[in-house]
């Protein structure tokens, strides 16, 4: 058993580790777009008037919120088969992380949603839009612009959670990591290599992430009013020339 960096080893592994990478920005993608879309409706219905609609979606948003991924994970796959409910590993973890991370982003929502200033929506409303107009055309529009960062966190989040996807024997890239170790008892070479998979990934998003965030800042400041010209003519009680 090497305690050092072995190339010819992280070479061979290099094949095995890079369809468990595959495997885990699949997983990222199929649960960060339903987790997008199932958080938009989720948040709609968090702010419904239907009030036992608005009690089920609380009680699922509080209990996904308060309880940690990893056993809702092994509960979906191991337990849920008792009842009938048998999944195989890469479904269980898609549905599995889609719930979890879409109670949180319908949260996020939420607060854009509440960001939109009233006097937009009460505008909309005197002009003869419907209610579900006015949230379609008015106010999601706005909500979605200014949560994008967030959402961009925790789709980075979401990546680095897939590998607890491996306590249910998902074939993703911290699983054949695992696997590969423990065949060659090589610790260190496997794992850094993983660890390196991980961060070739993961830093690039967030820097995507991050300039996203720059972008709809300087998007936002131009359209800002612009000051007149020359402020020198702006003489109480004269007009501007």
């Not at 419904?48 to 990893?70: A, C, E, H, I």
């Not at 982003?105 to 009233?118: H, N, S, T």
């Amino acid at each position: 058993m090497s305690s050092f960096f072995n190339p010819e080893l992280a070479l061979d592994a290099l094949t095995t580790l890079s369809l468990g990478l595959i495997v885990t920005v699949l997983l990222t993608i199929a649960c960060g777009v339903t987790s997008l879309i199932l958080g938009i409706f989720v948040a709609l219905a968090r702010m419904s008037r239907f009030w036992p609609l608005r009690l089920v979606v609380n009680g699922y948003v509080q209990l996904m919120r308060s309880t940690p991924l990893l056993i809702q994970l092994i509960y979906i796959y191991f337990a849920l088969p008792f009842i009938g409910i048998k999944l195989d590993p890469f479904l269980a973890a898609y549905v599995g992380l889609s719930l979890h991370v879409s109670a949180y982003l319908a949260e996020v929502y939420r607060g854009g949603i509440e960001a939109v200033p009233k006097g937009q929506t009460d505008a909309a409303a005197a002009l003869g839009m419907r209610p579900s107009v006015i949230m379609a055309k008015v106010v999601l529009p706005q909500a979605i612009r200014i949560v994008i960062p967030s959402l961009g966190n925790y789709m980075v989040s979401l990546f680095k959670d897939t590998s607890l996807a491996a306590v249910i024997t998902v074939q993703e890239l911290l699983f054949r990591g695992q696997i590969f170790a423990a065949r060659t008892y090589d610790y260190f070479t496997i794992y850094t290599l993983v660890f390196a998979m991980y961060f070739a990934v993961g830093y690039p998003a967030i820097r995507l992430v991050m300039y996203v965030e720059r972008r709809l800042k300087r998007g936002y400041a131009a359209k800002l009013p612009k000051k007149p010209a020359d402020t020198r003519e702006l003489v109480i009680g004269q007009e501007p020339k």
